[in-house]
């Protein structure tokens, strides 16, 4: 497993459906080392507080392989890393094979799988289409949430070590 690419954005504000709207769903990769913080990677933000990140939800991590499905499903639309609004785009972070509980080292940082990415609108918003929110569900790829159990570095390249199981994963 490793990191392919670490993504970060700020809230920008957006036109949808006529109204105004606040999202940090727009990540772009970066380069070199990223300080991994207990709410979110440097350089990241989330707009909606109420939703989306905090010490649950403070890193996003989806599976490099998944790109490949949705290419296929989705032809024409520039799927980059960090498309999905993920922090990390990696191999290895299959649904199937990680369970909540289970912790992770991810270059010098330690994270803690926490919960499966349910999307909001804003995903909708992103791919500029009303079907993507039920078809990524439908999907079954839905990537992972993480907590910080131990502040760090990563960066694109970076090892991902699962150091814990979680017994009843």
């Not at 809230?11 to 970066?30: A, H």
């Not at 080392?33 to 709410?39: E, I, N, Q």
């Not at 609108?121 to 009303?130: P, Q, S, Y």
């Not at 079954?140 to 159990?149: A, H, L, N, P, T």
Request: proline share 6%; charged share 20%; hydrophobic share 40%.
């Amino acid at each position: 497993m490793q990191i392919l690419s670490v993504n970060v954005g700020r809230p920008r504000e957006v036109v949808w459906k006529g109204e105004t709207v606040e999202t940090g769903i727009f990540k772009d990769p970066v380069a070199g080392d990223v300080h991994v913080g207990s709410l979110n990677l440097a350089g990241d933000q989330q707009a909606d507080l109420v939703v989306h990140g905090g010490p649950q939800k403070a890193v996003y991590g989806y599976p490099a392989e998944h790109y490949e499905y949705w290419r296929s499903e989705l032809p024409g639309v520039p799927l980059t890393w960090g498309y999905f609004g993920e922090n990390l785009t990696a191999t290895g972070l299959a649904e199937n094979s990680l369970h909540i509980g289970d912790q992770l080292k991810v270059g010098t940082a330690t994270l803690m799988v926490t919960q499966p990415r349910l999307p909001c609108f804003k995903l909708a918003l992103r791919f500029d289409r009303d079907d993507i929110i039920k078809r990524f569900l439908l999907s079954r790829r839905s990537g992972f949430y993480f907590s910080v159990i131990e502040e760090g570095t990563l960066s694109a390249n970076s090892p991902v070590e699962i150091i814990h199981r979680d017994p009843l994963g």
